[in-house]
Antibody
Framework: EVQLVESGGGLVQPGGSLTLSCAAS????????MHWVRQAPGKGLEWVGR??????????AYAASVKGRFTISRDDSKNTAYLQMNSLKIEDTAVYYC???????????WGQGTLVTVSS | EIVMTQSPDTLSVSPGERATLSCRAS??????LAWYQQKPGQAPRLLFY???TRATGIPARFSGSGSGTEFTLTISSLQSEDFAVYYC????????FGQGTKVEIK
């Protein structure tokens, strides 16, 4: 069974930093891209970014709203993806989900999410 | 960026009735569309990919159709567990989601 478990969320002040982790199991993690998607309280889903596999040079891509502030990385030896978030803004407050591409490029499954709250 | 627009924002339906949800893309995405269901406090769950292919374990009362810019999700006879928010998502050019349609009990 494919499982994705996020961790690392919490309360952080505006301008601060936080790193989220996504532990994966049940599939060939090293050969898969990994994505992050977020959901602000009471709002819809927003794609944040993705990292491809080593075979694809660990290429990353980001949404315009986070580009230059967020960095996605991975450690294939630990089957874990990371989302490093810097210069956090109040509007970054959201539940952050990790997920992987399936059936082409749709996203399945999703982790349970981890809440990041940016507030002073 | 491809903009996805869902309608309506909220759909009030009685159990046993049919629900029809729409999703429009701002440009041609062929069949590169997925539908997700999200219940309160839960992660999204994949329902359909390729616009009309059911994901594993999705009941036959759910159907998806469309191509290009116009897509539809139909629930033929709503069950209590189907009341949720539904999102469409394109994966033709990066990834963008619709704003969601909430299906509520009438």
């Amino acid at each position: 069974e494919v499982q994705l478990v996020e961790s690392g969320g919490g309360l952080v002040q505006p301008g601060g930093s936080l790193t989220l982790s996504c532990a994966a199991s049940g599939f060939a993690f090293s050969g898969s891209a990994m994505h992050w998607v977020r959901q602000a309280p009471g709002k819809g889903l927003e794609w944040v970014g993705r990292i491809r596999s080593e075979a694809n040079s660990y290429a990353t891509a980001y949404a315009a709203s986070v580009k230059g502030r967020f960095t996605i990385s991975r450690d294939d030896s630990k089957n874990t993806a990371y989302l490093q978030m810097n210069s956090l803004k109040i509007e970054d407050t959201a539940v952050y989900y990790c997920t992987r591409p399936a059936y082409g490029d749709c996203l399945d499954p999703w982790g349970q999410g981890t809440l990041v709250t940016v507030s002073s | 960026e491809i903009v996805m627009t869902q309608s309506p924002d909220t759909l009030s339906v009685s159990p046993g009735e049919r629900a029809t949800l729409s999703c429009r893309a701002s440009q041609n995405i062929d069949f590169n569309l997925a539908w997700y269901q999200q219940k309160p406090g839960q992660a999204p769950r994949l329902l359909f990919y390729g616009a009309s292919t059911r994901a594993t374990g999705i009941p036959a009362r759910f159907s998806g159709s469309g191509s290009g810019t116009e897509f539809t999700l139909t629930i033929s006879s709503l069950q209590s567990e189907d009341f949720a928010v539904y999102y469409c998502q394109q994966y033709s050019n990066w990834w963008t989601f619709g704003q969601g349609t909430k299906v509520e009990i009438k």
